[in-house]
């Protein structure tokens, strides 16, 4: 058996965080130390494992760089310049325990995630649901459907919103959000499916160019980079770029750094984009500002809300699975049920009398504040589950030839790279519903597709 050589990068961040963070620092108590020692833990564990997955890509990867770059590398620079975003004390006991509860989940996942993709490594080929049928629908009726959809999209979003998304935006606690969001989602999904299918059909030589070039043309107008949330943008072009299997993805860590600078570089500043043009030109006056502010600040703040996470179940106890059946039923509007609990995020800081409350939560703090320290950890073995799983599938079904089979869960997991790291960053709440719509909406274009016609 072929030995992995340790991965020279690796070694670089290792021993550059060292002399940043460990080296000159002197903490005034003990336990300050250990927090930069578990801090320095985690970046050398998380890191690690992001080089050591022989993929070019994978769920697997993302869940390593999510926890590399919001649990540690970005809370370590906020906890030694004393920035806590969105204010308000937090003790270093708790950020020790939330260290070491981190570092205890990163246990849980490598253990669970090493069984089920040992278990799962011969599962069965998926097949290619490509036929004479698909292809006479995909490009007669489908193409009707696509435009259909896209001016739909214009209609719903507004002529004047499709260019960016500053201005006010309906809150998720408003009684038309729910239907609001799932129409969006609908029409968001079934467009991304099409362009997928479309990328992966040109790839494979069964559609023309000039179809290829149109559908991402119109495409790309209706999910403007400006005019959506990040997550969503995130989630549409790196699916597009997966995908098309460009050659840079194909390398075994090119999808790594290009993940690494859009978060960040491209993650900071397409958040001014909720400001509005004029707003957001003013801010890019000064750009230094504009990363200070995103890492030090809002942006980064998932860290932070984990520690909220511990601080609010230490003073009141958890949930009791009550967040956790908001988020199952997330498609139930507010008039329906008026005790719907609102986003993990929003509950917690709405404890603390923050007027603010659109503000992340982990998925990890979503197990911790419905069930405790044991919910968190049961919520990260199931999602080392998903990730081993979904991974093999994925990669079973790259078998079948040089480009992506016509195959619906293969498909769909170009989108879900992007929306894991969403999920990861949370809340969960909104995450998932959005995760399931874009799921169903896109099986539902599938299946009309793939179900055969008569061509006599």
């Not at 760089?65 to 590398?73: E, G, I, Q, R, V």
Request: glycine letters at 6%; a positive charge; aromatic letters at 22%.
């Amino acid at each position: 058996m072929k030995r992995r050589r340790i991965h020279p990068v690796w070694v670089l961040i290792v021993v550059s965080c060292f002399f940043i963070f460990v080296l000159p620092y002197k903490g005034e108590t003990s336990t300050q130390n250990y927090v930069i020692y578990t801090f320095f833990l985690n970046i050398a564990v998380s890191s690690f494992f992001v080089f050591e997955d022989p993929r070019p890509y994978s769920l697997n990867k993302i869940f390593w760089l999510f926890n590399f770059s919001f649990f540690s590398f970005i809370p370590v620079c906020q906890y030694e310049l004393k920035v806590i975003p969105w204010g308000n004390n937090i003790s270093d006991e708790t950020y020790l325990a939330a260290n070491i509860y981190i570092l205890i989940s990163f246990i849980i996942y490598k253990i669970i995630h090493f069984f089920f993709a040992r278990k799962t490594g011969n599962i069965r080929r998926p097949e290619d649901e490509i036929s004479q049928s698909y292809l006479l629908k995909f490009t007669t009726q489908g193409r009707l459907i696509f435009f259909l959809l896209c001016a739909a999209m214009v209609a719903v979003i507004g002529f004047e919103k499709l260019w960016i998304r500053g201005g006010h935006t309906a809150s998720q606690d408003d009684t038309n959000g729910t239907i609001s969001l799932l129409v969006e989602q609908f029409l968001r999904g079934c467009i991304l499916y099409y362009t997928l299918s479309t990328i992966i059909l040109y790839r494979r030589r069964q559609v023309g160019w000039f179809w290829f070039v149109t559908v991402l043309v119109f495409a790309f107008l209706v999910n403007f980079p400006l005019s959506t949330a990040r997550f969503y943008v995130a989630a549409f072009y790196i699916s597009l770029a997966v995908a098309y299997n460009f050659r840079l993805f194909k390398s075994s860590h090119g999808f790594t750094y290009v993940f690494l600078i859009m978060l960040m570089v491209i993650f900071p500043l397409a958040g001014l984009a909720r400001y509005g043009f004029e707003k957001m030109n003013y801010l890019l006056e000064d750009p230094l500002s504009v990363f200070r502010n995103s890492f030090l600040a809002g942006d980064f703040d998932t860290y932070t809300s984990f520690c909220r996470a511990i601080q609010y179940v230490a003073d009141y106890g958890n949930t009791g699975g009550r967040q956790l059946l908001t988020v199952l039923l997330f498609f139930v509007p507010r008039s329906v049920w008026p005790d719907k609990a609102v986003g993990s995020g929003a509950f917690i800081y709405g404890q603390m009398r923050y007027e603010f409350t659109n503000i992340s939560c982990p998925f990890i703090a979503e197990g911790y504040i419905n069930f405790g320290f044991i919910g968190s950890m049961i919520f990260i073995a199931l999602l080392a589950v998903l990730v081993a799983v979904y991974d093999n599938y994925y990669w079973k079904a790259k078998e079948i030839a040089a480009y992506l089979p016509i195959n619906y869960p293969a498909i769909y997991y170009c989108v879900f790279l992007g929306l894991l790291f969403f999920m990861l960053r949370g809340d969960l709440l909104f995450s998932f519903s959005v995760i399931t719509g874009l799921f169903a909406a896109g099986y539902v274009f599938n299946k009309y597709l793939v179900t055969k016609i008569s061509l006599k």
